[in-house]
């Protein structure tokens, strides 16, 4: 049964540091893995979606790197601003067992200016 | 371009009743999934409909139902609601159906159902 991990659950920094935020997974079966942020009480919005034959991906400010192999994904915030504050989900979508996708719990993430 | 829309945007309900929630899909997509998200946790995928009919369930008892129509928006139904049942209800949606696997998901803003 896939599994989704995230680490921390939340995360504190001052304005303008380098983060990364860690998901991890438990079956390597996968089509792909995707990044949202979700702000308090609002949908969730796609930052970066990364294809199983892919290893990462890059938008802004933002890059997702995944190793299948080890069941790892990372999201990577350059120079963090307050409005990055909010919760960063990862999803995977399992390649076994139908098309539905198994959600981390979030990683609540604070900038401080 | 609008993007997904989901209606209503809050719900109060007591326990017993039944409850219709509304999605209609970001333009161009045809594939609409339902999520219930709880306080603090992650979306936990209910189910998923495409070509008007439901291709993939997960965890949750019949209560929950749904349905799609020839434009593509759809409903989701919960009949006897628990008190459990309160949570953030999210529709996504995709082109092409469950075979394109590399299809990023569009999610609305959801629809918060509280449960008395």
């Known amino acids: 049964k896939q599994e989704v991990t995230q680490i921390p659950a939340a995360l504190s920094v001052p304005e303008g540091e380098n983060l990364v935020l860690n998901c991890s997974f438990t079956?390597?079966?996968?089509?792909?893995l995707q990044w949202f942020r979700q702000d308090p009480g609002k949908g969730l919005t796609s930052l970066l979606l990364?294809?199983?034959?892919?290893r990462e991906q890059t938008s802004g400010r933002l890059n997702a790197s995944l190793d299948k192999s080890s069941g790892r994904s990372t999201l990577y915030i350059a120079a963090s601003q307050p409005g990055d504050s909010a919760t960063y989900l990862c999803?995977?979508?399992?390649?076994?067992?139908?098309?539905?996708?198994?959600f981390g719990a979030g990683t609540r993430l604070f900038v401080k200016a | 371009d609008a993007g997904v829309t989901q209606s209503p945007t809050h719900l109060i309900k007591t326990r017993g009743q039944q409850v219709t929630l509304r999605c209609s899909p970001k333009?161009?997509?045809?594939?609409v999934s339902w999520y219930q998200q709880a306080l603090g946790q992650g979306p936990q995928f209910i189910f998923q409909?495409?070509?008007?009919?439901?291709?993939q369930r997960g965890n949750f008892p019949d209560r929950f139902s749904g349905h799609q129509f020839p434009n593509y928006s759809s409903e989701l139904n919960v009949n006897a609601l628990l008190l459990g049942d309160s949570a953030l209800y999210l529709c996504?949606?995709?082109?092409?159906?469950?075979?394109?696997?590399?299809?990023?998901?569009?999610f609305g803003d959801g629809t918060r159902l509280s449960i008395l």
């Open positions: 996504a949606s995709s082109w092409g159906g469950p075979a394109r696997t590399n299809q990023p998901q569009h």
């Open positions: 079956d390597s079966a996968i089509y792909n």
């Open positions: 990364i294809q199983s034959s892919q």
């Open positions: 999803a995977v979508r399992p390649n076994t067992g139908g098309f539905k996708t198994i």
């Open positions: 333009s161009g997509h045809d594939t």
């Open positions: 409909y495409y070509e008007e009919e439901e291709r």
